[in-house]
């Protein structure tokens, strides 16, 4: 079974940096395209990064483009989102996802990250 764990969120000021990684466990992999989606308060989940199979392919929400970059690392069945220069609006739960193909997609419990001065 499609098992996905996330961490790294945490509190910090605008201008600041998080690191979030994602550990999947369960299926192999490298076959799937893992992306990265948040969900402020009051408002829908929206896509922030999609990094394709095996790799490359890599695409951004056009608020974090310049800012976020999205990884993974196959031997490590982890997918990272490097953020930098964050920004108050960037608050939000992110969520980590999985998908192969049309197959209804796994999701990670989600972790909170939190941008304020």
């Known amino acids: 079974q499609v098992h996905l764990v996330e961490s790294g969120g945490g509190s910090v000021q605008p201008g600041g940096s998080l690191r979030l990684s994602c550990v999947g466990s369960?299926?192999?992999?490298?076959?799937?395209?893992m992306s990265w989606y948040r969900q402020a308060p009051g408002k829908e989940r929206e896509l922030v990064a999609f990094i394709g199979s095996p790799n490359g392919n890599m695409r951004y929400a056009d608020p974090v483009k310049g800012r976020f970059t999205i990884s993974r690392d196959n031997g490590k069945k982890t997918v990272y989102l490097q953020m930098n220069s964050l920004k108050v609006e960037d608050t939000a739960v992110y969520y980590c996802?999985?998908?192969?193909?049309?197959?209804?997609?796994?999701w990670g419990q989600g972790t909170q990250v939190t941008v304020s001065s």
């Open positions: 996802k999985a998908r192969l193909g049309a197959k209804t997609p796994s």
């Open positions: 369960g299926f192999p992999f490298t076959l799937y395209e």
